[in-house]
T-cell receptor, first 111, second 114 residues
Framework: GNSVTQMEGPVTLSEEAFLTINCTYT??????LFWYVQYPGEGLQLLLKATKADDKGSNKGFEATYRKETTSFHLEKGSVQVSDSAVYFCALLYNNNDMRFGAGTRLTVKP | KAGVTQTPRYLIKTRGQQVTLSCSPISGHRSVSWYQQTPGQGLQFLFE???????NKGNFPGRFSGRQFSNSRSEMNVSTLELGDSALYLC?????????????FGAGTRLSVL
């Protein structure tokens, strides 16, 4: 079945460090891929998306490229800030309404 | 445009009781999905409603049920509460159409069962 596997956390970085959170997926066909972010005490917010192979989603300095050949959608940011501390979820949407989420990766950025 | 609104934000119940949670989607969104989030299991899909009909269902017991009204507002009900039902319940709304199904989440209802 369709599923998402993402890098287990927690991840702790210093401010201005480079961030990578790995995400791979299993799906038949061509799902859309998403990264959501959850700040403490809040719901999930859409961070970025990509709907087809080789698409690059980007927002707030974060980027992820839909790689069909490696079935991956890794999240990257060149220079993290303390305010980026949150839990990040990779997700796929298949066949209009079959949404699957990864387990989430907690990121802590220290000043 | 107002976001997804969930009420109440916090609930405390005891075992055996029942509870109803409410979700008001973004205006114009016809699909509402419900998720349970716990530290151990992560985000688990409960069900999705579209135009007042349940369109998808996750792997939860029949104690968990829902409905959607003609204005797209949705409620989720849990009967005979168990300690393990303590969780953050998230609602997400979307247009529900193919290729336009980005989900937007509410802040959640945190349910504690004592």
């Amino acid at each position: 079945g369709n599923s998402v596997t993402q890098m287990e956390g927690p991840v702790t970085l210093s401010e201005e460090a480079f961030l990578t959170i790995n995400c791979t997926y299993t799906a038949t066909g061509y799902p859309s891929l998403f990264w959501y972010v959850q700040y403490p005490g809040e719901g999930l917010q859409l961070l970025l998306k990509a709907t087809k192979a080789d698409d690059k989603g980007s927002n707030k300095g974060f980027e992820a490229t839909y790689r069909k050949e490696t079935t991956s959608f890794h999240l990257e940011k060149g220079s993290v800030q303390v305010s980026d501390s949150a839990v990040y979820f990779c997700a796929l949407l298949y066949n209009n309404n079959d949404m699957r989420f990864g387990a989430g990766t907690r990121l802590t950025v220290k000043p | 445009k107002a976001g997804v609104t969930q009420t109440p934000r916090y609930l405390i119940k005891t075992r055996g009781q029942q509870v109803t949670l409410s979700c008001s989607p973004i205006s114009g969104h016809r699909s509402v999905s419900w998720y349970q989030q716990t530290p151990g299991q992560g985000l688990q899909f409960l069900f999705e409603y579209f135009s007042e009909t349940q369109r998808n269902k996750g792997n939860f017991p029949g104690r968990f049920s829902g409905r959607q009204f003609s204005n797209s507002r949705s409620e989720m009900n849990v009967s005979t509460l168990e300690l393990g039902d303590s969780a953050l319940y998230l609602c997400a709304s979307s247009l529900g159409d193919r290729d336009k199904n980005i989900q937007y989440f509410g802040a959640g209802t945190r349910l504690s069962v004592l």
